[in-house]
């Protein structure tokens, strides 16, 4: 398997993956940093240009993952590595609990230790569920999202495409989080929010709002 990223989060993605039994191979991808070591945590290899991930795809492993977290990013590598005939893989961490009944869990998708996937929810791929972040029931995902860690989804609420949830933030039941929105780590959602938003703070407002209420 490629992860695409040899950063601080993928870091954190090679724990999940060493967790996992007959996962196979386990290589990176990062054309940026120079400064890396020769073997990335002094134990996997790295792969330093499209040409020779596009040889690795062909010839040994076609399973990828993108091991960044923004949304905007994650949305490019993904879409990027498929063209170079990559196959997207869904990640579960064994240290999670993901319910039974009625999940849905998109291609690329991630999911780290601790995390908790309850029932009837619709996760759409590439998605990115840090470590303790909690999605309640019937809650919907889209694509490329990033929720970090301890960020809580309560039922029947629903985040757009490409939206990045931050640490302990929490989105009360049934409110509508659009698309391209950053929530500010520590905000509680009560109200919906319009796509290309940023909200902080408790109630969580946009920071327009906030810089007139000053």
């Known amino acids: 398997m490629l992860v695409v990223g040899a950063g601080g989060f993928a870091k954190e993605l090679a724990e999940v993956l060493l967790q996992i039994d007959g996962l196979g191979e386990v290589v990176f991808y990062d054309d940026l940093s120079r400064d890396v070591d020769k073997l ?75 995390t908790v996937v309850e029932s009837s929810n619709s996760i759409g791929k590439n998605v ?41 933030c929490v989105v009360l039941p049934r409110i509508r989080v659009g698309s391209n929105v950053v929530v500010g780590a520590g905000a509680v959602v009560t109200k919906n929010i319009m796509d290309n938003t940023t909200v902080v703070g408790v109630p969580a407002a946009s920071i327009d709002a906030n810089r007139q209420a000053k």
């Open 128 to 168: 990115l569920l840090h470590v303790a972040s909690l999605v309640s029931h019937d809650v919907q995902i889209g694509d490329h999202c990033e929720i970090s860690p301890g960020a809580v989804l309560l039922g029947g609420t629903s985040v757009g495409e490409c939206s990045s949830l931050g640490a302990g």
């Open 40 to 114: 990335f945590l002094d134990r996997f290899e790295i792969i330093r240009n499209y040409e020779d991930a596009n040889k690795y795809f062909a010839q040994i492993d076609r399973r990828f993952v993108v091991g960044v977290g923004t949304p905007a990013f994650r949305k490019s590598l993904f879409e990027k590595f498929l063209d170079l005939g990559g196959e997207p893989s869904t990640i579960i961490s064994p240290r999670s609990i993901v319910g039974r009944c009625s999940n849905s869990i998109g291609d690329g998708t991630l999911i780290l230790s601790n």
